[in-house]
């Protein structure tokens, strides 16, 4: 198969799909471009060990020296956390970083990509690209959304940051015929609260209805992905004035330097960072765990 060219899977990433065990993939530009060094790192191989825990194998994803890595050694991950040169690979950056053999941290997009090349059926990230506040000046939207209508991947996120415009990203999904899927919520979460004022279509309760559904959909023939939304757990939300406070400083910033195009997300999260203190950090940790901890139980219901 071509495909093995390109493609470099971990022995236990391997084993794992080998037997139908259940994985769950994982995106590096929350390692690279999300979190700042250490805890990036610290936290990466915290998800790992989260996902070990729920009885899944972690499959984190990047694209190293131009060999998409499907299962991470620490030392790539040390890599990814560390080095400043490291690009951010959307679905239109691939196929330039793999044949030049550049190094890349993937998004919601090329992680969904790769993990389905590898067969991998969900993926746990913290938040997804969406619509921008102002897409009708930049038409800025995520290329992570075009994703969701083509490649068949289950995602768990917290929802999204209102750095985005959160309802037309809801409209957009549903444009691309993707199912949103509340976690034990009606309420479509915004990352850092559990509350965004924008309901979901559909509240399900357990791991095993969610892993039915992706199921369903596939059986069916419906290619592409479905976003799992899961809220914040309650006692590391953040206070939404807060927040709120950060956002719209961070977004005002970003335009008076002018940031466009795939800066503006990293630079976004960065400036709300320091606003907050490393509040929002601390909040970002949590969720990515939670995520994990999910998209987990939901991997041993699918591979059931
Ligand atoms: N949103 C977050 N945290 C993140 C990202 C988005 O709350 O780390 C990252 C993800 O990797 C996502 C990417 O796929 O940014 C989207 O970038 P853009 O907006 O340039 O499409
Ligand atoms: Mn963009």
Request: overall charge neutral.
């Amino acid at each position: 198969m071509p495909i093995n060219k390109y493609l470099q899977l971990s022995e236990e990433v391997k084993t794992a799909l080998s037997e139908n065990k259940p994985v769950v993939a994982l995106e590096s530009t929350i390692i690279s471009h999300g979190m700042p060094y250490p805890q990036n790192y610290e936290t990466a191989l915290e998800v790992e060990n989260m996902v070990r825990t729920n009885n899944a194998v972690p499959a984190t994803i990047a694209i190293v020296n131009g060999i998409i890595k499907v299962g991470l050694e620490k030392n790539d991950i040390e890599f990814l956390s560390k080095d400043k040169n490291i690009l951010k690979a959307s679905r239109c950056d691939i196929p330039v970083i793999v044949s030049q053999k550049l190094s890349a941290a993937t998004t919601v997009s090329a992680t969904m990509i790769c993990a389905s090349l590898a067969s991998i059926k969900i993926f746990a990230t913290g938040g997804i690209g969406g619509v921008h506040r102002n897409v009708n000046q930049t038409f800025d939207i995520s290329a992570d959304l075009t994703e969701f209508g083509q490649t068949n991947i289950a995602v768990v996120s917290a929802g999204v940051k209102s750095i985005l415009d959160i309802g037309l990203t809801l409209e957009y999904l549903e444009t691309l015929g993707v199912p949103v899927i509340g976690y034990k919520t009606i309420e479509f979460p915004a990352f850092y609260t559990r509350e965004s004022g924008f309901k979901v279509n559909y509240k399900l309760d357990s791991a095993n209805e969610i892993a039915d559904v992706i199921k369903t959909k596939w059986d069916l023939g419906l290619k592409g992905g479905v976003l799992i939304a899961n809220p914040i757990p309650e006692e590391f939300s953040m206070d939404k004035k807060v927040i709120d406070y950060a956002i719209e400083k961070a977004l005002r910033k970003a335009d008076d330097k002018g940031i466009k195009g795939k800066d503006v997300t990293p630079f976004l999260l960065s400036e709300i960072k320091n606003i907050t203190g490393g509040l929002s950090l601390k909040a970002n940790i949590q969720l990515v765990l939670n995520n994990a901890k999910l998209a987990s139980e939901i991997a041993v219901e699918i591979a059931k």
